[in-house]
């Protein structure tokens, strides 16, 4: 690690040194070079602040396509001392910048022996908190670029009490929860799943840790932009998913296209589309309904199968309706245990009270959101 600290004045065979220990370093930990330079500028003003009473003056520049690194301290020119790690008297500062005046700031670059003193007490950890910075910004950046997306993950372990999986995602691990999985699945080790990445979290001195899902409404979303030409160019879009895990989800699609069918777009021929998404869900049902900007013309497509007579608004601002569907088929408007009719509630945002057309044949019933 003294190597790595020789800044100035250092021969041009010792700076490729660093930059080839640099660029192999980046190699063996699979992290980009410009990641692991910045960790390891942080760890190294980190370990020289030490040396100046912790004041924010010490800063490090590492210029990968020039290869030339720099570690030095910014002072204020004063007229009068107040605080010894961070002024200087401009008599003090002319060996640094020639007629310096008070109100100027001067950059002190640190000799090679007090760097490498420095370096040479602290290098090992230096190093280390410099690739784990690396890794830890890295990794992050990675879960971000995948929040709200599909990725492919390994079960590597399983816990035999909670059922929670371990899965392997790139070069972390990650637990998905025995609440985030289908009711219906289980997981063998080396299993390839699919997950959807809900959230990425951040702790101070730690990995970036995903929050990842089997359950959330987004993952079917996402399996329909894969497997549907059409959603995936724009062609049509998913307005809204309501989901039931492992049971039933509903979707409502839209195109712009008058010539699109949008719910024949995502079904596919002989309906293949969506039956290899069933698959993936263990034989999750899934309806797929057509959108409209007519609340009431909504309403009706998001309780099928079941047939609607008539969708009554009762109140626009609180999003109330009546739907009234015929004698025979409330059960069905329903659905068991009132699944179909609360996530036709969920996918339009409205509460709907359902009753059937004679009135006399069952009770009405009411579902919330």
């Known amino acids: 690690m003294a190597k790595m600290a020789k800044i100035k004045n250092t021969k ?66 004063v007229s009068e001392i107040s605080d010894p790690y961070c002024d200087l008297l ?28 420095i370096a040479a007490d602290k290098g090992k950890h230096v190093l280390r908190q410099g690739i784990r910075e690396a890794e830890q910004g890295q990794l992050k950046e990675e879960f971000q670029n995948r929040l709200q997306e599909i990725v492919t993950a390994k079960v590597v372990r399983i816990d035999p009490v909670s059922g929670d999986a371990v899965v392997e995602i790139g070069r972390v691990e990650e637990i ?26 951040d702790f101070n001195n730690r990995m970036p840790r995903a929050t990842i899902s089997r359950t959330h409404p987004g993952l079917v979303k996402r399996l329909f932009e894969t497997e549907v030409p059409e959603i995936y160019d724009g062609t049509v879009t998913i307005k809204a998913v309501s989901r039931e895990a492992g049971s039933r989800t509903k ?39 057509k959108y409209s900007e007519n609340p009431a013309e909504f309403i009706a497509a998001a309780l099928a199968p079941s047939d609607v007579i008539m969708v009554e608004i009762e109140n626009e601002d609180e999003k109330t309706c009546r739907v009234t569907v015929p004698d025979g088929q409330l059960s069905l408007a329903i659905g068991n245990k009132g699944q179909n009719a609360r996530l036709a509630a969920r996918l339009t945002g409205w509460k709907i009270d359902i009753k059937p057309e004679s009135g006399k044949e069952e009770p009405a019933i009411n579902l919330d959101l």
Do not use: H, W
Not at 103 to 112: A, H, K, N, P
């Open 176 to 201: 998905l929860p025995k609440s985030e999985q289908l009711p219906n699945e289980t997981f063998k080790v080396d299993d390839i799943i699919k997950v959807y990445v809900v959230d990425v979290r």
């Open 12 to 77: 041009k065979d010792e700076r490729n040194e660093f930059f080839e220990a640099l660029k192999l370093l980046s190699r063996e930990k699979n992290i980009s070079v410009e990641a692991l330079s910045e960790g390891i500028q942080r760890a190294i003003v980190t370990a020289v602040k030490r040396d100046y009473n912790n004041k924010d003056i010490v800063f490090c520049e590492i210029d990968i396509e020039k290869e030339i690194m720099r570690v030095f301290v910014r002072k204020n020119v």
């Open 251 to 289: 979707m409502a699609v839209y195109s712009s296209d008058e010539n699109v069918d949008p719910v024949g777009a995502c079904i596919g021929p002989k309906g293949a589309r969506v039956s290899k998404i069933v698959d993936q869900l263990g034989g999750e049902k899934i309806d797929i309904v």
């Open 90 to 117: 401009p008599e003090q500062a002319e060996k640094y910048k020639p007629n310096a005046q008070p109100g100027d700031i001067v950059e002190i670059e640190l000799e090679t022996k007090e760097v490498s003193r």
